[in-house]
């Protein structure tokens, strides 16, 4: 794109080395998204060192949530006040410093602002990631990129559990952080080597009341699906509290927006129709594959009775070939479009969440493994073919807002996902309990759990239904913006 493509501050892409830019991001994004996955399978250890509940130690992830849920819908504006390089500096440096204080961390309560500033690095790196790609890539080689960003995505969180279950067995949780320090500070040396900027700065003005209504209503919302999700139950007041609140502050919201000449985030990317099938298919499989991964794991340690290393290699193979396969897919997509792809894929995703609705206490573990594949599978086709085509449908000025507006989708759609799926779990393994007459019988506790787990997966049955119909609407989008 020349200097002139959209009067947005966009720099001159000849004087660029795209490849080392990538290779910025795509190392900085895997080792910050490892440490994050990584932390899930220590919960236990923290339970038991710190000596606190289960409800208290989920913080970690809801405060996490909460943190994106409010940052990620305004970096659309902080993307136009900052430059590339100094927003990857910034959350490298945030990244890095989250690390740190959680490798020493004494107490929960520095865990937890440890937690908070990760995710102030994260809400920076991911919006960024996305725009910067749709920047300085050629909308024929979309595809292939966004796909080895996909592996990253996927790769990492995959390997993580895994990897923690290993250092777990003779290390403390500590040395999960230890192991990720100097590997992110590597990416932050390497960054500040290679990483150009690709925009420059345009400033445009900051509406206070825009980012206040932003805050309460994005954070409302994931908070109060958090929440629920944790055991605060659907009628908890500080559940409904949060929702009213966020619903009400988004309605303003995007009222203000639409009535704004310069919106904090422009949601006229809506008017975009394969922007907004595109977004409402990658909301669908983040609901569907972020409610399996909290439900998987559950399963094979509850209902299997398997160790946390044991669950973590059970489910390795699948993130492994969906690592491998989003590049492969990413080029299919260069060559054929979205179309078959995405419908393929969602189907494969949704016979694989009929095969989970059947497992029980009798399900062997090769089954497990290979339904997990076939989901994962599923799953490389649909996300960045989707994700990218909708994106690939704005022009250039509205690429920020684009990857904003879809990153924060992305995280609400993960609180509701999860959420759901733990109150159904709750609600199915309550049901059967009370069918028994030996309710204190293990084994009627694990069966009790077993069917809850079942009816969680028949939730994601319906999801992928959905996106099986949405899949339906997908065009290749024709790049009319010239490159």
């Not at 559990?161 to 290390?171: A, E, N, R, W, Y």
Request: charged share 10%.
């Amino acid at each position: 794109m020349n200097a002139q493509a959209n009067g947005k501050g966009v720099t001159d892409t000849s004087e660029l080395k795209v490849v080392p830019i990538i290779i910025s991001f795509v190392v900085a994004g895997f080792i910050g998204l490892f440490s994050e996955t990584a932390l899930n399978m220590a919960l236990n250890n923290l339970i038991t060192g710190f000596g606190i509940k289960e409800t208290t130690a989920q913080w970690l992830t809801t405060g996490y949530l909460l943190t994106l849920g409010i940052l990620v819908p305004v970096s659309g504006l902080i993307l136009q006040w900052f430059t590339t390089r100094q927003l990857f500096i910034t959350s490298l440096i945030a990244s890095i410093i989250g690390t740190f204080i959680a490798a020493i961390a004494p107490t929960f309560t520095v865990l937890m602002i440890a937690r908070v500033v990760q995710a102030v690095g994260t809400a920076l790196l991911l919006p960024l990631m996305f725009n910067t790609i749709l920047l300085i890539v050629p909308p024929y080689k979309r595809g292939k990129i966004m796909g080895i960003i996909g592996l990253v995505i996927m790769f990492a969180p995959a390997v993580g559990p895994t990897i923690s279950g290993l250092i777990l067995k003779t290390l403390s949780w500590h040395w999960i952080f230890w192991i990720s320090l100097p590997l992110l500070i590597a990416a932050l040396i390497y960054g500040i080597i290679f990483m150009q900027d690709v925009t420059k700065p345009t400033k445009p003005k900051i509406d206070i009341l825009s980012i206040i209504l932003s805050t309460i209503g994005f954070g409302g919302i994931v908070f109060g699906f958090s929440n629920a999700g944790e055991g605060g139950g659907w009628g908890s007041p500080t559940v409904i509290v949060s929702m009213v609140a966020g619903g009400i502050a988004l309605v303003l919201f995007t009222i203000r927006q639409l009535t704004m000449q310069q919106p904090i985030l422009n949601l006229r990317a809506f008017k975009y129709p394969m922007f907004t099938v595109g977004l409402l298919m990658v909301v669908v499989c983040m609901m569907a594959i972020l409610s399996s991964m909290i439900l998987l794991p559950l399963y094979l340690q509850t209902s299997l009775a398997l160790s946390t290393f044991a669950a973590g290699l059970l489910l390795l193979p699948g993130g492994i070939i969906n690592g491998i396969l989003s590049p492969v897919m990413g080029g299919l997509f260069d060559r054929f479009g979205p179309k078959w792809l995405t419908i393929i894929g969602i189907t494969i995703v949704t016979g694989s969440m009929f095969g989970f609705s059947t497992i029980s206490m009798e399900t062997s573990s090769a089954f497990i493994i290979g339904l997990h594949i076939v989901m994962m599978v599923g799953i490389s086709m649909v996300m960045m073919p989707a994700q990218t085509n909708g994106l690939n449908q704005l022009p250039p000025e509205l690429y920020p807002d684009g990857t904003a507006i879809m990153n924060t989708l992305q995280q609400v759609a993960g609180a509701i996902g999860t959420a759901v799926a733990i109150s159904i779990l709750s609600s199915g393994t309550s049901n059967f309990m009370e069918t028994v007459e030996d309710k204190q019988n293990p084994l009627n506790q694990v069966l009790a759990f077993t069917e809850g787990i079942q009816d969680a997966f028949v939730f994601a049955i319906i999801l992928c239904i959905v996106g099986v119909v949405i899949s339906l609407f997908i065009k290749r989008v024709k790049v009319e913006h010239q490159m």
